[in-house]
């Protein structure tokens, strides 16, 4: 049945049903109505965790990779310098391959220091080895959280769901939750054979000389490569099992028939793409859009088989990496030229610390990249240039 | 994952934007419409402006109707109603801007303002504070506004609204779940006279 849910409240729900056993977490906008929520579920007796609330995100990050590694499911979330100061046990938890799930309620990083929404935070550990997926809905992160867990614990992964905080995480709207019985049957207890345990001691994270280091890197490539498939197939699995769903598993195409130019971006700004689309397209505009899910590992093979036949590609991204311009743009034109293919790609970058990208302004980037004549490495959407900062004397 | 079609015009299509001060509840009341509607069998969606939260500065929240799933996550700039809960917002925030040339204003205060016949704008004048002081010893205008919204606009039911303020309120006791639902047959009865008359 579905429910008008605050985001947070509808994603602890769908943290409760996988049953993590230990929770720790340090509060930062806009995760903490999350942690907030799963509070209350221990309190209340609706959930038997052990949450604990770190000295810090640094503190959080620790425990929950000492209570996976221990054996035991276990979740945290953050956003932004928070999910930065995890970054040392990020990379260690994705090394160790410990199956954890996280949340990152995205938000713009400091300085300036801004609390709204934007994709900095998450793309700036982006090469920490975490599966990553970027969720559209509300409904989208509560059904890709608990295939998170399935795909972290079959790949002995990380997995971080990315949903923008404030228009997902502060947003009432309709969501299903699932039945706890048909949670259980999809997501079984959490078996690690790796676990820690005082009765067959042995070392996890021990040192690695020049001789191997190597080769645990390759191997963790492989499996993130590899990872690929399974984020298809339990999301093809669990739209079978739960009947909803099918959110395309590594990338989501809408409207890509036909479409000349297609508008590729992540997360919530994909609603309004949508409306955008259908208004173009009654229009007469041949236009289309993807929105890539999985952004980690990079599904290359699948973003250049669904921009085949596309003219034109423009990609709107909510980080940048300054002095670069944009990831998912760079990304992408990398994977185009693996293919042989030739589209130009507009690079847009918008949206940045909670700017709204509205209809308008998504529109106005369609026209612009349609117009097939103004292909930029990297621009801004909806910039104010003369409120642009300079170093400069005038 | 959603429909994929357009918005057709003749669909059910209401963006109400509150404005309030921090503590006076706009965002609950807001919610508490979302929730009405989504009661009434409606697609709804409601969430604050975003931003820090302080008792007394300014604020907004956003609630869209629609007889369609809602894809987009945008503010609300267009709205076709307005809900205004403290009557000096009218002055120093731009509370009217981009409000339909039609839309509905429910303002909260004893007397319109000197200039509110000059438009087509549907102003909708409650004293929901005072009433609320009566009925609830305390002033919380938000039902009472609710109540008027929904005698004015017909947007969503009373029995709806009724349900969603008894379920949002019943941890704090059955009196205060009384109170407010009186507070909100109050909100609108003193709108449907002013309806009567316009019609």
Redesign the interface.
């Given at each position: 049945m579905r429910q008008l849910l605050e985001g947070s409240r509808a994603v602890a729900e769908a943290v409760r049903l996988c049953r993590p056993q230990v929770i720790a977490a340090y509060p930062i906008t806009p995760q903490t109505h999350i942690i907030e929520h799963l509070a209350q579920f221990v309190a209340d007796g609706e959930l038997s965790a052990r949450l604990i609330n770190a000295e810090s995100e640094f503190g959080a990050a620790s425990v929950v990779l000492g209570a996976v590694a221990g054996g035991t499911r276990a979740f945290t979330a953050s956003a932004s310098q928070g999910l930065l100061l995890m970054t040392e046990v990020l990379y260690n938890i994705a090394g160790l391959r410990l199956p954890l799930v996280m949340v990152c309620a995205n938000r713009a990083v400091g300085a300036p220091i801004n609390i709204f929404s934007d994709h900095q935070d998450s793309m700036s550990v982006r090469d920490a080895g975490w599966v990553q997926l970027y969720v559209e809905s509300n409904q989208e992160a509560v059904d890709t959280i608990i295939q998170a867990y399935r795909i972290a614990e079959a790949c002995e992964l990380p997995v971080m769901v990315c949903m923008d905080g404030f228009f997902l995480t502060h947003t009432f709207e309709p969501v299903a939750i699932p039945e706890q019985a048909a949670v259980d049957e999809f997501l079984p207890p959490f078996q690690f054979a790796r676990a820690l345990d005082p009765a067959r001691p042995m070392t996890l994270g021990g040192g690695s000389e020049p001789d191997n280091y190597l080769e645990y890197r390759a191997g963790h490539h492989q499996a993130m490569e590899q990872a690929g498939e399974v984020v298809a197939a339990m999301d093809t699995e669990f739209s079978g099992q739960f009947g909803r769903g099918g959110y395309g598993g590594l990338v989501e195409p809408y409207c890509l028939e036909g479409a000349e130019t297609v508008m590729v971006t992540l997360g919530s700004t994909m609603g309004a793409v949508r409306d955008v689309v259908d208004r173009l397209r009654a229009d007469g505009m041949a236009v289309g859009a993807l929105r890539l899910r999985c952004f980690r590992p990079f599904p290359a093979q699948v973003i250049t088989q669904q921009l085949a036949s596309a003219a034109r590609i423009v990609v709107l991204e909510k980080a940048i990496s300054a002095g670069a311009g944009g990831i998912v743009a760079g990304e992408l034109r990398a994977a185009l030229y693996q293919a042989g293919m030739s589209a130009p790609v507009d690079g847009v970058i918008g949206g940045l610390g909670g700017r709204d990208l509205t209809p308008a302004v998504i529109e106005a980037i369609f026209r612009r990249a349609a117009a097939g004549n103004a292909s930029a490495a990297c621009r801004f959407a909806d910039l104010n240039a003369d409120a642009v900062p300079s170093t400069q004397e005038s | 994952?959603?429909e994929?079609?357009?918005?057709a015009a003749n669909n059910v299509q209401h963006e109400i934007r509150f404005h309030g001060r921090g503590g006076q509840g706009a965002v609950s009341a807001a919610?508490l419409l979302?929730?009405a509607a989504?009661e009434d069998g409606f697609?709804?969606?409601?969430?604050?402006r975003?931003g820090?939260e302080r008792r007394g500065a300014p604020l907004e929240a956003y609630v869209r109707i629609s007889s369609l799933p809602?894809?987009?996550?945008?503010?609300v700039?267009s709205p076709d109603a307005v809900v205004i809960q403290d009557s000096t917002l009218l002055h120093s925030e731009p509370v009217l801007q981009g409000l339909k040339a039609d839309g509905w204003i429910i303002l909260n205060s004893e007397q319109p303002p000197a200039d509110s016949a000059a438009t087509a704008l549907r102003w909708i004048v409650v004293p929901a504070t005072r009433i609320s002081e009566q009925l609830l010893g305390r002033p919380l205008p938000n039902t009472v506004l609710l109540g008027a919204l929904a005698a004015a606009t017909g947007w969503v039911g009373l029995k709806a609204l009724e349900q969603v303020i008894a379920s949002h309120l019943s941890s704090k006791g059955e009196k205060v779940v009384k109170a407010n639902i009186e507070a909100l047959h109050a909100g609108y009865q003193a709108v449907a006279p002013q309806q009567e008359q316009a019609s």
């Open positions: - | 994952m959603y994929e079609k357009g918005n919610a979302a929730l989504f697609e709804a969606q409601a969430f604050p975003f820090s809602i894809r987009a996550h945008n503010q700039y």
